[in-house]
């Protein structure tokens, strides 16, 4: 059997930009899952929209939404800075921590490559208010540039 999906397209202000994203809610939610993909991914990715599909048969509420805006995404450097990439993973969480139907939903990380690095550094700024974490593929150049202490990192 599978679960009715609220999908729709939405924009997460952040600062002065706006960021798009696509925001799946099952029609009774276990938690959500917000996810920060590697360089050169994004939101309509086939695999990122794969993942986030099984997730939602699971009964989770996913968002996946894009890091940067188009004009910034033609920077390929932005893409490994991490500090950019954490503010943007934070803004996104706390604007979902705001949102009617997600403001009382546990919220989980999925993160992936430079994403992944962008996870852990939002996770420790939210404590125990990102219950769970999974990263995959991130490699030793990622996390010289996570400005956290390793004392503040979660636990995966």
């Known amino acids: 059997m599978t679960a009715k999906v609220l999908d729709h397209e939405v924009k997460i202000p952040i600062g002065s930009i706006q960021l798009?994203?696509?925001i799946g809610i099952p029609s009774n939610p276990k938690g959500m899952v917000v996810f920060?993909?590697?360089?050169?991914s994004s939101r309509l990715s086939p695999r990122n929209r794969f993942v986030a599909q099984v997730l939602r048969?699971?009964?989770l509420g996913t968002l996946l939404f894009d890091l940067f805006t188009e004009k910034e995404d033609i920077d390929h450097e932005a893409r490994f800075e991490i500090d950019l990439l954490a503010d943007r993973l934070?803004?996104?969480t706390r604007w979902l921590m705001r949102q009617p139907d997600t403001q009382r939903l546990a919220i989980s990380y999925f993160g992936a490559s430079t994403g992944a690095a962008a996870a852990l550094q939002a996770a420790a700024e939210f404590g125990p208010a990102i219950g769970a974490?999974?990263?995959r593929a991130v490699e030793g150049?990622?996390?010289r540039g996570l400005s956290c202490p390793a004392s503040h990192l979660p636990p995966c």
């Open 20 to 22: 798009e994203g696509t």
């Open 36 to 40: 920060a993909y590697g360089s050169g």
């Open 57 to 59: 048969q699971a009964e």
């Open 90 to 92: 934070v803004g996104a």
């Open 133 to 135: 974490r999974s990263y």
């Open 141 to 143: 150049p990622i996390w």
